[in-house]
Structures are given as C-alpha cells and as structure tokens.
C-alpha cells in the first residue's frame, strides 16, 4: 500500500519537468494523483474531453455575505430567501470576464468542436473538444488515462494544466482536468452503507451491552422499522398539513435506481396509509441518467433514500434526482463512466429552478476524501450550496461512515509526498453550507454507530480546506478545549469547520431492496431520516404561511443546539485509522453534532 507514494512521486516531478511553461502562460492547478489512481498511459489526442470552465463571479463574497443575513436568526431578513433571478445576479460573472473566455474559446476555435454551453447563472461554460486541442488550450496540459486501482474505472486526467496570463484570474478552474473523484470512487455502497455480516455479530451479547430499558415499545435495535423511528423522534402522529406546498428530494450518483415496486412493498410493510394513499415520488433523471425499474437491478442507496423520506413524509411531494456520469462523447470502452462534476452539475439544475419545483430539503448520502477534491472544485460547490441556502434549500449531507478515517482498515495519510499519518475528513461535509448528519444505534440511550453492531463508525472530522465558521466557533473551541486538548494533536485541523452538526438513527434499517427485506445501516440512513424531519418542520411552517427554514447552521449552533430540541448523545465515538476518535461529550461534540432530532421540541423552538 505504501509504495504508491514513490510512484506517484516521480510521476509529479516528470510531469513538473516536461511542462515548461509556454510564454504568456500561467500555472493554475496543479494536483497531486490520489493514490487510489495510477496512470496507464496517454489520452488518445482525437478523443473529445468534456471541459468545463468555472468563471470567478464578480463579487466573490456577495452570496456568503447575503446569506449571513438570511439565515441569521438575529437578522431582519431571516428567511428573506431569493428567486432565482436574484441569485444567479449574485453568482454571475463580471461582463469583461464572460468577455475574455468568450474570446478565449473563440480564439481557439472551440465551436467547430461543440457549441459551449454556459450555465443559468454564467458562471460556467462547458465544451466538448479533441485531447489534442484541449493539450493546446491549456498550456500543453499532459492528459493521461488514469485507472482506479481497486475499481478498474478509467478516467482522462492531467494533474497540471495552464492557461494565458490574461485570462486566468477571470477563471477559478477548469473542470474536466484534474478532478479525480468520480462516481465510482465515491464508493458508497462500500462506504456509506453496509448491508451483510450483522446478523453474526447480533448472535454475540452487543446487544446486551447496553439497557433498552426505556425504548419505544416499537423499536427493535436489530430490525428499525418506520414505527419505531417516527415514534422515538416525535413526527409519528404528525399529519403534514400543506403538502401541496412542501418538496422534498434526494439526490442520487452512481446509477443508483430508486425503484417504484420496492417502495410499494416497504411502505405495505411499514407504513399502510401511505400504500393506501398511493404514496409515490417524481424520478428525475440528469445528464444521461436512467430511470431503470428492472427490480433485479435495483440498489441499495436509492430505495434505503427514497423509503425512508416517503416513509417519514409523506404525502409531501419526493422527487429522486438521478444524476447520470455517461457523457455520450467517449466512445471509448474504456472511459464509458467518465463522470466530471456530479455534484455541480445537480447543482446548477436545482438553481435554475422556479420556486414551484425547487425542493426545499436535500439529501445526500455520497461523499468523497476531502484531500482528494482538488481545492479550487471543492469552494466552488461549496459555494453552489450557499447559493442554495439563498433560495431557501436545506441541504443535509451524510456525514461517512468510517469515523475519523474513510472506511474500516483504510490508510490514514496524506495524499502528497509526505503521507504524513492524519485523520481523513470528507467532502462534502466539510462545506460549511450544508447541514451534516451522523449516525447512531440503539435507543436508551441512543450511542454512536459502531462497526460491531451497524457495520459502520459514525464519521467525524475537520476541514482542512475550510476555515471554522463564526457560528459553531465557540461549540467547537470548547469542546477542544474540554474533550480533546492534545489527544489526536497533527492529525486534524482544530481550526476547520467541524462536523457533523446533528445526528439520528442510521442502524439496521429495514427495507425493500429488489424485492426482499434486508437491513441498512450508516449515515447514508441517517440523512434522509433527518432531512424527512426538516421537511416536516417545514410543512408547520408553510401551513402557517411562514418561509421555509433553508440554510440550518446558524440556527441550529444559535438556537436550538443545547435545547431540549435535540437528544444529546454522550456515548461512543469516531472510531477510525485505528483509534477511538472524537468522542461524544455533553453538548456539541465531533461525532453526533448536538444530537438526535426532538421534533415537537423543534417545532417549538423555531423562530
Ligand atoms: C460585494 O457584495 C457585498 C455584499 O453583497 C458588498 O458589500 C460589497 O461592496 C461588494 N463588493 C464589490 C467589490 O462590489
Ligand atoms: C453586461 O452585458 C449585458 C448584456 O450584454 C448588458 O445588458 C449590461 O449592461 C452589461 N453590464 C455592464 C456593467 O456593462
Ligand atoms: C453512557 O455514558 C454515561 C455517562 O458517561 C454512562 O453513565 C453510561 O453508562 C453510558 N451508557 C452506555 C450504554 O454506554
Ligand atoms: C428483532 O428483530 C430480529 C431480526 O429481525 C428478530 O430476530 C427478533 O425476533 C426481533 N425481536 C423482537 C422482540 O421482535
Ligand atoms: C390508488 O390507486 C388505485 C388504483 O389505481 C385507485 O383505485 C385508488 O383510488 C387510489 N387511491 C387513492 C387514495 O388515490
Ligand atoms: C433485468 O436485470 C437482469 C439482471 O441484470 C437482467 O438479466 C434482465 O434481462 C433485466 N430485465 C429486463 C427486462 O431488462
Ligand atoms: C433553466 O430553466 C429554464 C426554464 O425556467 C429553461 O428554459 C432552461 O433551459 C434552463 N437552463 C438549463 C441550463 O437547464
Ligand atoms: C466492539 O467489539 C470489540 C470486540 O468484542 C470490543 O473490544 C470493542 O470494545 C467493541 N467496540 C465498541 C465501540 O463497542
Ligand atoms: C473564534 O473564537 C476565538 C477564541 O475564542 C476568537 O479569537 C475568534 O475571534 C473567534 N472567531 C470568530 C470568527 O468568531
Ligand atoms: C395563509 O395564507 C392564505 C392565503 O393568503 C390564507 O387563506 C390563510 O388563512 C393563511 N393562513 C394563516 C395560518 O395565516
């Protein structure tokens, strides 16, 4: 495992070498290879590469600093959100800068290619050009066909591209280049879920270890049914009272399928009203994406998502968003997956729509390394998601299912030359802009999931990219200061934003997946159930002619973290990269956030 390093290494000096930069030209990213990936060869120089160009906006902080205000509950404008034309003026860019990548593609004669297709808003355009042409454009950028080492998938990648002197500080990045995350490596149904080898494990006395002594009679800590959930959080004789006006949606990458027959079955199980009343959810299907409905071919992500947020909202509308990764250029066999942004590309088409389809909540149980997003990508879809907040969307983002690592028995280094020993921290969880959910087992109390009973370690962890926000600056200070002093010191950085923020059950849950019932645990389970609640919450407000919650942080570290509006959790905590990890402590803490969800509490402690 460790010798990929060197090889990674002397590829990165090779490259620096070769690539001499041509006069006039700049530097703009350069990437170290995840070691996950190992180059096999050149691109071929006729294929076509999709590039997408994120152009800086011309006010780089206006949306942080619009939503500073609207999510404030301190503010004036709390819940002020915007329409989407009001956002995109915020997001777009400069006309000079639209200008000179306008120039930039014409110059190189991009049209007779494909014709450049720019975002809403104008902060992106994407074109489709020869290798050899995109080598041109990008200062000799070296573009090589890049193998996952464990999946097999191959992707066109170059770790070091150029642009002109002029125009480089009109553009934040260029998509398409040095980005290595792909579907595949997203790896979730390794990573976020795990559906086998617990029934062993129940055989042993774990369950024993802790009193369940005052548990919803409904709840079985090996079996979690919808009964048992909507019972322990509150919502269970709640009847939504504006669904008309309320949306949900779940995101899905991966060709993940959530399938119609299967939530038939489980709400028939679960949840009879529901079944009675037809319950369904819109299928949206997104750069080539397939609404595929062969129940032999039906997966575990998309139904455990979909089942769960029916489940806990209905009949308040669901839309699943299937975000496709088969751009129709690459002929070839071997980059058929090629996937270049997932997560920007859902987000452009959530900002573009009408306030009447935009979904209010998000959920999304798909995450990556942190240290394997190249940087410049990883601001922009953080700030895609503060945008989103601006609208009025909560987004709720799962927060890994490897404590403070990536997944059991992974290797806990840097991914640069130095592999120095850290914790692994995940994006997108690590944007402030989103709301990230952990997980945790058992019922009385509730403690943090663990490998010996759902398969999984709730995950924990500390931005190295971005900075601690105002809002949880103090929770966070203190809980270091309190809970964590020098342990773990080098290994994560006690400056980055922190997560995750909340928590709910993500162990065991039942559902129908191809037709059986199997169990699923991780924080892939969590999210959606917490998201479900936000979407209840929502459903009060909107029945009371009140705006929708959008963007929680602020709130939640403001108002109602410490209340009795969440059930804190001080038992357990991140196990990962071979120790115990952050542990869960009275209050805000590195594993559970403030907790697991009160709902009638919350409903109370609105603003
Ligand atoms: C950017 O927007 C913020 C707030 O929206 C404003 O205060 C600031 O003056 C703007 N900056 C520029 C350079 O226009
Ligand atoms: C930018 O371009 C648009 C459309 O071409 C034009 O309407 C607008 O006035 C321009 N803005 C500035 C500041 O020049
Ligand atoms: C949870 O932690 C509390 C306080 O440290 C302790 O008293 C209790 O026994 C723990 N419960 C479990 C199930 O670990
Ligand atoms: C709990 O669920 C397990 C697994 O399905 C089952 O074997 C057990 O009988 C259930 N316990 C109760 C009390 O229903
Ligand atoms: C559900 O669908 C069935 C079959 O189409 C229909 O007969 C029934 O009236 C529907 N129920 C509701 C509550 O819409
Ligand atoms: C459904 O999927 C299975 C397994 O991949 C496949 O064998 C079968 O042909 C598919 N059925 C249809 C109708 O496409
Ligand atoms: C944005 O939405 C409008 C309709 O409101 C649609 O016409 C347009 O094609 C959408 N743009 C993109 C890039 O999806
Ligand atoms: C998990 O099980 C192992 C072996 O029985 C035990 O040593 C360990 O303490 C358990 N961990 C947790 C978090 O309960
Ligand atoms: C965070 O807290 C520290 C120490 O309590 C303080 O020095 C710093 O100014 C605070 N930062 C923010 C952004 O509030
Ligand atoms: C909400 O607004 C509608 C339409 O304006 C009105 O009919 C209704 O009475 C209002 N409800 C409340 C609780 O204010």
Request: with cysteine; proline share 5%; hydrophobic share 35%.
């Amino acid at each position: 495992m460790i010798s990929r390093w060197p090889i990674a290494a002397i590829l990165i000096a090779a490259l620096a070498e070769a690539l001499a930069a041509p006069p006039n030209m700049v530097v703009k990213e350069r990437v170290n290879v995840p070691s996950a990936w190992v180059r096999r060869g050149d691109a071929n120089k006729a294929d076509l590469i999709s590039l997408s160009v994120a152009l800086k906006p011309s006010n780089e902080t206006a949306v942080y600093d619009r939503l500073d205000q609207t999510s404030d509950p301190d503010s004036d404008s709390y819940g002020s959100h915007l329409s989407r034309e009001e956002v995109f003026e915020l997001m777009s860019p400069s006309n000079s800068t639209r200008q000179s990548v306008d120039q930039w593609l014409s110059e190189n004669d991009v049209q007779s290619y494909s014709t450049p297709s720019y975002s809403p808003a104008g902060d992106w355009v994407t074109f489709e050009v020869p290798v050899s042409v995109a080598h041109k454009m990008l200062g000799g950028a070296d573009f090589g066909v890049f193998e996952h080492r464990s999946t097999g998938e191959r992707v066109v990648r170059t770790t070091e591209y150029l642009l002109p002197r002029d125009l480089a500080p009109h553009i934040d990045f260029i998509g398409g280049t040095t980005y290595f995350s792909t579907a595949r490596s997203l790896r979730i149904p390794g990573r976020m879920i795990k559906t086998e080898a617990v029934d062993s494990l129940l055989q042993t006395n774990i369950l024993a270890a802790v009193g369940e002594s005052s548990k919803p009679s409904s709840c079985n800590v090996s079996n979690v049914k919808l009964d048992c959930l909507r019972e322990l959080y509150g919502t269970i004789d709640y009847t939504p009272s504006a669904p008309s006006k309320g949306h949900i949606g779940v995101a899905g990458f991966l060709e993940e399928n959530a399938n119609y027959e299967d939530l038939e079955k489980y709400l028939k199980d679960q949840r009879k009203d529901a079944y009675k009343g037809n319950a369904t959810f819109d299928y949206v299907t997104l750069n080539g994406a397939q609404n595929n409905q062969n129940l032999s071919e039906a997966t575990g992500e998309a139904n455990l998502d979909i089942q769960t947020v029916v489940g806990v909202t209905w009949p308040i509308r669901t839309t699943y968003f299937d975000v496709g990764g088969r751009p129709p250029f690459l002929a070839d066999e071997n980059t058929k997956k090629n996937t270049n942004e997932p997560y920007a590309h859902l987000n452009n088409y959530l900002l573009n729509l009408t306030d009447d389809k935009i979904p209010q909540v998000l959920s999304i149980s798909y995450g990556d390394d942190e240290q394997t997003v190249p940087e410049a990508y990883a601001r922009r879809v953080c700030w895609q998601y503060a945008a989103m907040g601006l609208r009025g969307m909560s987004v709720l983002q799962a927060s890994g299912d490897g404590g403070v690592g990536a997944e059991e028995g992974d290797v806990c280094v840097t991914n640069d030359k130095k592999a120095k020993k850290t914790f692994l921290q995940s994006f997108p969880s690590s944007c402030p802009y989103i709301t990230v959910v952990g997980a945790v087992e058992h019922f009385a109390p509730e403690v943090v999931a663990t490998y010996n009973l759902s398969g999984i370690s709730s995950g924990a962890g500390f931005s190295r990219l971005f900075d601690r926000p105002s809002w949880q600056n103090k929770s966070v200070a203190d809980y270091i200061t309190m809970y964590l002093g020098t342990r773990y010191h080098g290994l994560y950085n006690p400056m980055g934003r922190a997560y995750p923020d909340v928590s709910a059950q993500g162990s065991l849950f039942s559902i129908s997946v191809g037709g059986k019932f199997g169990r699923i645990s991780g924080t892939s389970a969590s999210t959606p159930l917490f998201a479900s609640i936000v979407a209840l919450l929502n459903d009060a407000r909107l029945a009371e002619n009140k705006t929708v919650l959008g963007y929680l942080n602020p709130l939640i570290y403001k108002k109602l973290g410490n209340t009795d509006a969440f059930n804190d959790i001080v038992n357990g905590s991140a196990v990962g990269c071979g120790v115990d990890g952050f542990p869960a402590s009275k209050g805000w803490d590195a594993v559970t956030g403030f907790g697991t969800p009160n709902f009638k509490n919350l409903l109370k402690a609105l603003p």
